[in-house]
């Protein structure tokens, strides 16, 4: 699987927004880009997923730089709530759906 | 989505001792797996569960050790055998319709202490 490379911490005010960054040099045509978190003594859940053009959902927006070599998921407004690990994850398509975790980026969001 | 439980929440068992750890899921998914997290660490994919044949192991992690069965498609067991103190973790479910480009939903987690 190819790898990905976060920075183990970052930190946001509440109600900025907050920028985490993923870098994929080694990233195949065939890779999504996926994003999980997971909450304190949560089981992780799904954030958002693209493959070559920005995402947006109610959750986040994704942003993948021309050559799909960096991404970045951003949160327009952080709250408390979004203070979690958050992992950026490769995932090829076509059937094979298991799930690489790295170690993630730790958000902190302070009141 | 799915909404997926999983049964003990969690449990504190004795070296040598057995666990099997079930998990339910609210609808039919095609795909099943099975996590471990250690302690302050991330995860880690134990097996993918099959529905009417055996699981599919990833590297590091055996049958006997970690036996898996999955008799439908919304429910799965994990069993962790022969316990010691290194087996101590949060084991989680996840669950997939195995459509296109799909997510992955996670049960809440077994956190398992072994003494």
């Known amino acids: 699987d190819a790898k990905t490379t976060q920075p183990n911490s970052m930190e946001s005010n509440e109600e900025e927004p907050v920028h985490l960054p993923c870098n994929h040099s080694?990233?195949?045509?065939?890779?999504?880009i996926h994003w999980y978190r997971q909450l304190p003594s949560q089981g992780p859940e799904y954030v958002i997923h693209?493959?070559?053009s920005n995402v947006n959902n109610r959750m986040a927006s994704l942003a993948i730089a021309e050559d799909r070599k960096s991404s970045t998921l951003i949160l327009h407004r952080a709250t408390l709530r979004d203070a979690a690990v958050y992992y950026c994850?490769?995932?090829?398509?076509?059937?094979?759906?298991?799930?690489?975790f790295g170690k993630g980026t730790l958000l902190t969001v302070n009141p | 989505s799915a909404v997926i439980s999983q049964k003990p929440s969690r449990d504190i068992c004795q070296r040598g001792t057995s666990l099997t750890i079930q998990c339910q899921v609210d609808?039919?998914?095609?795909?099943m797996f099975w996590y471990r997290q250690q302690p302050g660490q991330s995860l880690t994919l134990i097996a993918t569960?099959?529905?009417?044949?055996?699981?599919?192991?990833e590297s590091g992690f055996v049958i006997d050790k970690f036996p898996i069965s999955r008799p439908n498609l919304t429910f799965s067991t994990l069993t962790v055998s022969n316990m010691s103190p290194e087996d101590s973790s949060i084991y989680l479910c996840?669950?997939?319709?195995?459509?296109?480009?799909?997510?992955?939903?996670f049960g809440p987690g077994t956190r398992l202490t072994v003494l």
């Open positions: 996840s669950v997939a319709q195995g459509v296109g480009t799909d997510t992955q939903y």
């Open positions: 080694t990233i195949s045509g065939t890779d999504y």
């Open positions: 693209g493959l070559t």
């Open positions: 994850i490769l995932r090829s398509g076509g059937s094979n759906y298991k799930l690489t």
């Open positions: 609808s039919q998914v095609t795909m």
């Open positions: 569960a099959n529905q009417g044949s055996e699981a599919t192991y």
